[in-house]
């Protein structure tokens, strides 16, 4: 439960916010695919962390 909800607050919102910022700065779409990959499984990860913890 924790790690869904992890991996959907990094993909709906943390994504969201860098998607913003890279349409503004007309940056590459690979570009944004690594960073907003590499948050949505660090939001993952925590997800999994509390999970276990609680």
Do not use: D, H
Not at 8 to 14: K, Q, R
Not at 30 to 38: D, E, I, M, P, R
């Amino acid at each position: 439960m924790a790690v869904g909800t992890g991996f959907i607050i990094g993909l709906c919102w943390v994504s969201l916010a860098i998607g913003i910022g890279y349409i503004f700065e007309q940056r590459p779409l690979k570009l944004f695919l690594v960073n907003s990959g590499y948050a949505i499984l660090q939001f993952s990860l925590i997800g999994l962390v509390l999970g276990l913890w609680s």
